[in-house]
């Protein structure tokens, strides 16, 4: 079975915006190998190649550098990956080699959002509050991408708290009927926080950054600010915020009231195990990016957080990071 990616088709040529959708390129065999492989002198960037080099690496075949470019190192990881899959020696992404590595494309992943799978129920978060930095625990396994990653995600039901909370708290764009500079502003700086950013998943930071009130209870928690200079676990702040024992509590019944379950679990799980498609899919939609591979729509359309790059590729799946996420087992 392919995978869906939210980054659209390719990194073609970024002077060539894709012109529209093209429905019928769900199959992996509309990828078009030239499109793909490109010679020294017109090497391209491709979020597929690169995401191609990352998976070949974790199976032991080196690439090289990860940059998404097509070269001789790369073929030759391919060749090795091939070999031991007993498919055709190519050297190219070919339509065996990228439905082997489950690498798929669709330009409308961000269109169709989906819950790849249920809201967890309180019991399944329950399970969650006791960290072990195990891969049997796929939940607490705080390594990025770690074996136990791919985690889905409730997909609908997050874009709809979220979208719920920026229209309550005005954190949307300009020109947007339910946007406030107040509500923007405090949206925006939460994405450029320094307190310890590198700790949370893509998803975890986005939709928590559209609560400029109600998460102002947990924050100052998490950082000791209300707890007597005391750093408490997750779980421990969220009851100290519903019970009303914090500082702020009473902004942060928006959340109990609201979305408790998507909060406790997007909170609890924050590692970096979640599917890295499906976070930017619901990102992506959520500020309206059309085609993630088009830089000059992604630097305009979405915010960036701290430790995202500042060259317009934050908006696809396997971005260049500024700073290492590393997972935070408390």
């Not at 992996?28 to 491709?46: D, N, T």
């Not at 949206?187 to 928590?208: A, E, K, N, Q």
């Not at 408490?232 to 019944?253: K, L, M, N, W």
Request: with cysteine.
């Amino acid at each position: 079975m392919l995978i869906r990616d939210d980054f659209g088709l390719l990194m073609q040529q970024r002077a060539m915006p894709l012109r529209k959708p093209i429905a019928t390129c769900f199959a992996i065999a509309c990828l078009g190998i030239a499109l793909v492989v490109a010679s020294p002198a017109e090497a391209r960037y491709s979020a597929v190649v690169q995401k191609a080099q990352s998976l070949l690496a974790e199976q032991g075949h080196d690439p090289g550098v990860l940059d998404g470019i097509m070269g001789r190192n790369t073929r030759r990881a391919i060749l090795s990956y091939q070999a031991s899959k007993e498919l055709s020696p190519t050297g190219e992404l070919d339509d065996a080699t990228l439905e082997s590595l489950a690498i798929g494309v669709s330009v409308a992943l961000a269109q169709n959002i989906e819950d790849w799978r249920a809201v967890p129920t309180q019991a399944e978060i329950d399970a969650l509050k006791a960290p072990i930095n195990s891969p049997e625990n796929a939940y607490a396994d705080y390594r990025p991408r770690a074996p136990a990653g791919r985690l889905p995600l409730p997909g609908k039901a997050i874009l709809d708290a979220m979208n719920t909370s920026a229209d309550t708290y005005g954190s949307r764009a300009q020109g947007h009927p339910r946007h406030t500079e107040q509500g923007l502003k405090a949206l925006v700086g939460c994405l450029r926080t320094t307190h310890f950013p590198d700790h949370w998943s893509d998803i975890t930071i986005h939709y928590y950054c559209q609560m400029s009130l109600p998460r102002r209870c947990y924050t100052n928690a998490l950082a000791g600010k209300s707890t007597g200079g005391r750093r408490i676990a997750r779980p421990a702040a969220y009851a100290g915020c519903v019970s009303g024992q914090f500082a702020d509590a009473g902004d942060f019944e928006f959340v109990p009231n609201n979305q408790g379950l998507i909060f406790q679990y997007l909170m609890f799980a924050q590692t970096h195990a979640f599917n890295h498609e499906q976070e930017q899919a619901i990102i992506n939609a959520f500020y309206g990016v059309q085609d993630p591979t088009d830089r000059t729509e992604c630097q305009k359309k979405r915010p960036r957080r701290t430790e995202d790059p500042g060259d317009g590729t934050h908006c696809l799946v396997y971005k260049t990071m500024s700073k290492k996420l590393v997972g935070r087992s408390r």
